[in-house]
């Protein structure tokens, strides 16, 4: 790829980025309505097609070469659009070389556990890109709106108290660098909405019969702990952006930007990797010489 192309992809997602050791207030430090005075709506599915052709490009190569991974943190509230935002990325990637999980409540099994441990079991394989629909990342955050949540987990009495969450930060931050020194790049999106947004959204889920199915009167409860989960996030992006793993605040008031953003991102760490077509040694180029002379044999 040009070097002037990586350098507008960087270039165009640097705004996103939280630079670790910042201290972040969401509402005052990134726009959910922000869509870059250079893009127009009109022009944003020729630019998602561009991403989503350079990233089927680069996660070809990536499964070719085998020796790098790929983990994509997905994070947003109720209807930031984090489904949407997979489904229109990858729709060009090939399918054998992706894998998602989207994270519930977690299970009686998985409580029985650390609370990395259902994540690390799903973890993308060298050569494949691997979406976390929600993530470990949960653990600070509706863990933390809700702390009653936390009583389930089993944790002995000494470990409950309020240095929890810190605890937590340190210990995601150690386990990301252990990632990433292990040749598995971690890329960490977060969909920033606005309560107008959400509720423009959630209203068109009632309204809408076939997006009834998407609404739960369980989400509008949540939204009455906005200003909880916005401090939650806050302090999230704050302490557990590093330079190995930094967080990218996606703006997702306009789904199309937020599309075009989320596939630059991730595009930029594979560029980043630039992962290669593994060389052919002289006996395996022999070895397809010899083969192509059989194929071409059988014309005769």
């Known amino acids: 790829m040009p070097t002037s192309r990586a350098r507008r992809i960087a270039d165009f997602i640097a705004p996103f980025r939280v630079d670790p050791g910042r201290e972040v207030v969401l509402g005052r430090d990134f726009d959910p309505g922000y869509t870059d005075g250079l893009i127009r709506k009109d022009e944003s599915e020729t630019l998602l097609r561009m991403g989503v052709e350079l990233l089927a490009e680069y996660q070809e190569r990536l499964a070719a070469q085998d020796t790098y991974g790929v983990l994509v943190v997905l994070q947003a509230l109720d209807a930031a659009g984090k489904d949407g935002t997979i489904r229109h990325v990858m729709s060009g990637v090939n399918p054998q070389g992706v894998v998602v999980h989207s994270f519930k409540a977690p299970s009686h099994e998985e409580l029985d556990h650390d ?100 609404f739960s009167p369980a989400d509008a409860r949540e939204r009455a702990h906005w200003d909880e989960y916005q401090v939650a996030y806050s302090e999230m992006l704050t302490h557990t952006s590093t330079e190995w793993a930094p967080w990218h605040v996606i703006p997702a008031d306009h789904k199309w930007f937020a599309r075009i953003a989320a596939a630059a991102t991730i595009a930029d760490a594979l560029v980043g990797i630039d992962p290669r077509f593994p060389d052919v040694d002289d006996a395996t180029r022999a070895a397809l010489t010899e083969a192509r002379a059989e194929l071409e044999a059988e014309d005769r």
């Not at 089993?154 to 309020?162: D, I, K």
């Not at 971690?186 to 076939?210: C, G, H, T």
């Open 115 to 214: 609370y990395l441990w259902r994540c690390a079991t799903r973890l993308p394989a060298r050569g494949q890109i691997g979406i976390f629909n929600r993530s470990y990342y949960e653990e600070v955050l509706v863990v933390r709106v809700h702390p009653e949540l936390l009583a389930t987990q089993h944790l002995p009495p000494e470990h409950r108290g309020p240095e929890v969450w810190h605890r937590r930060y340190r210990e995601i931050n150690h386990w990301e660098r252990y990632l990433t020194d292990n040749g598995f790049k971690i890329v960490k999106l977060f969909l920033n909405l606005s309560k107008d947004e959400q509720r423009r959204r959630f209203l068109a889920r009632i309204d809408e019969p076939e997006k009834n199915w998407k």
